[in-house]
């Protein structure tokens, strides 16, 4: 008898490449090792192609010409009812459900993200009860993302350090 190939969602972010790589480096160890079924999806190019670019142009120049303006934004997300984070969160929201379109489409038994925002736009589906897949995060980022904790409540999130899994649950 065949068992049948689970099939894994991975959505990343082209945001400075290490999304992208650590989707990457999983894509590879779940088809390799675990004989997996996995689908890369860039989930902000996925929903947003044009808004995409514009917050993909903004990071790039900003991280690289005035990196503590960057780490101000960076910071400011973080703070409850800030204004990037109202309009961040009120922006997913508006594209959650192209993401949920390529998730009933796929079917998977799991999703996987490497990114925040896909992450908080799959926390959305899963509570309004569109989706019951089991949800994990991978946190790739310097900085522990508030909404990505505090408001997607997503059960698994895994650290690439113990070091910031201390900071997180302190």
Known sequence: M??????IIIFYGAFGGGHLSAARALKSV?????????????GLEYVAPILN???????NAIS???????GAFYSNANKDN?????????????YRIRLYRIIKQIEPDQIIC??????????????KGKIN????????????????????RIPKIFFCSHRRN????N
């Open 2 to 7: 065949e068992v049948k190939k689970k099939k």
């Open 53 to 59: 670019k514009i917050s993909i142009s903004f990071y």
């Open 64 to 70: 690289r010409n005035t990196p503590k303006i960057w």
């Open 30 to 42: 779940l088809e390799d090792k675990y004989n997996c079924f996995v689908e890369l999806v860039d």
């Open 82 to 94: 800030s204004v990037t984070d109202l309009v961040l969160r009120q922006t997913l929201r508006w």
């Open 133 to 152: 897949v089991p949800i994990s995060n991978i946190l790739t980022d310097y900085e522990v993302h508030r909404p990505l904790v505090c408001i997607t």
């Open 114 to 127: 490497t990114h925040p925002f896909p992450a908080i736009m799959c926390a959305h589906i899963a509570r």
């Open 166 to 169: 201390e900071k997180c649950l």
